[in-house]
């Protein structure tokens, strides 16, 4: 019988973008299609617009996945979706806009990493925005600098650039398998849970410790070595810590080893993290608002 063009909720068809949104300056090209800041014509906010060009209604289903996600969670730490639109073969998908980008541009532009202060806010609010996918059955797969953004305000938004959060079928797991492993951890280079998905929340765990380490030291542990080599390496070494642990508190220091246990079973579960002392009592985000007035190398008057 007649192919029944499937319905995708969350998708607007047949409106063109470009009647409601202005197209300003491009923000990065992702693997599946340009990026670009927008505005609203009426509401004159901002938004992020990933344009892709979609072959066929198949890839619509490959990409749906990201919009369905998104629409599915709510967090006060997790960029949100402001739209979805289908227009002339291309999909669009518009994300909330956050100012002040990712923190490994933010790292690059000051060449210096995060103080132990700034990291206790990141590491809090992407824990608990971790915490949330988890709870509602969403596995990151690529957590790293480049995929949290910086609000105005200094908030922290869990992005996915690399659109690996939907990473299901196989050929995207070998180009994630191949590609920048540094972050990747031990049991998914050995996929020991041969069984199972190698990937499990567990697995976002330690690349949120390797995270905590690529803040302090502006790039992740064994970024010397080449993709290949770092695999065996992560898979054969101890657990990375801090080149200069004596300069962070004792309890950044265990907060780190316990994300960081190469066990995935002795590694510790968001939940533990969150109650860790490290965690407790932070102030407001207004030493994210000093990095990134730094950034833009303004006085941050307040
Ligand atoms: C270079 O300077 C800047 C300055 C500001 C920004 N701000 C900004 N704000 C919001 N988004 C973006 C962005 C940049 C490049 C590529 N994608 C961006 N956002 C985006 C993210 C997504 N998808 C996700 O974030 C995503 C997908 C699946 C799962 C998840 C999560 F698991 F985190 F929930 C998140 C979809 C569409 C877009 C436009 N960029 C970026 C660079």
Not at 83 to 93: A, P
Not at 210 to 227: G, K, S, Y
Request: glycine content about 6%.
């Amino acid at each position: 019988q007649r192919q029944k063009k499937r319905t995708f909720e969350h998708i607007k068809r047949g409106l063109d973008p470009y009647s409601e949104w202005d197209q300003l300056e491009k923000l990065g090209d992702g693997a599946f299609g340009d990026v670009f800041k927008v505005r609203n014509k009426v509401r004159r906010d901002y938004a992020a617009a990933k344009v892709i060009e979609l072959g066929n209604e198949e890839e619509m289903e490959e990409h749906y996945n990201e919009i369905a996600i998104l629409a599915k969670i709510n967090h006060p730490s997790i960029v949100k979706l402001v739209d979805g639109i289908f227009y002339e073969k291309k999909l669009w998908i518009l994300i909330e806009y956050c100012e002040g980008g990712a923190l490994d541009d933010i790292m690059e532009k000051l060449d210096h990493g995060l103080n132990e202060e700034q990291i206790q806010l990141v590491s809090r609010q992407t824990l608990e925005a971790l915490n949330y996918c988890h709870s509602i059955g969403v596995i990151h797969r690529d957590l790293k600098a480049g995929n949290i953004l910086l609000m105005k305000d200094g908030s922290v938004k869990l992005t996915d650039f690399g659109v690996s959060a939907l990473n299901d079928n196989v050929e995207q797991m070998r180009e994630t398998f191949i590609g920048t492993p540094y972050w990747m951890a031990p049991e998914v280079i050995m996929c020991e849970t041969r069984n199972t998905d190698p990937y499990t929340y567990s697995a976002d765990v330690w690349s949120f410790g390797i995270t905590i380490i690529e803040l302090v030291e502006i790039e992740p542990p064994n970024n010397d070595l080449n993709p290949q080599r770092v695999l065996m390496k992560i898979a054969r070494s101890n657990p990375p810590t801090l080149q200069d642990a004596k300069s962070f508190s004792a309890a950044m220091n265990s907060f780190l080893a316990l994300c960081l246990k190469k066990a995935p079973l002795e590694r510790a579960k968001c939940v533990d993290l969150l109650q860790h002392s490290w965690l407790q009592d932070l102030g407001n985000n207004k030493p994210l608002r000093q990095l990134l007035a730094e950034a833009r190398a303004e006085v941050l008057t307040e």
